[in-house]
């Protein structure tokens, strides 16, 4: 059934709904490829630096707490070697 044949058993009002719905079915195809497919890409590589980002921060925060309890340790006894 062409759509010459489609308007003239349905009338124009349906063709032209079905003309519509045809090119809503492609925008939502190209949307679907050109955008939410390279923005799911982009959020992913992001999430994979964010995670590494975070991984080197947790190694950085234990290296501070080792050097933190270190001063700590050399303080307390610094001020017994005084008498305080």
Do not use: N, Y
Request: charge should be negative; charged fraction near 25%; proline fraction near 2%.
């Amino acid at each position: 059934m062409t759509w010459i044949d489609f308007a003239e058993r349905l009338g124009l009002p349906a063709a032209l709904l079905m003309v519509v719905l045809a090119a809503a079915g492609r925008a939502c195809s190209w949307i679907g490829t050109e955008v939410v497919v390279p923005l799911r890409d982009r959020h992913l590589a992001f999430l994979d630096r964010t995670e590494q980002l975070l991984e080197g921060q947790e190694q950085s925060l234990g290296r501070l707490v080792e050097l933190t309890e270190r001063i700590d340790k050399r303080t307390e006894a610094q001020s017994r070697r005084v008498g305080g």
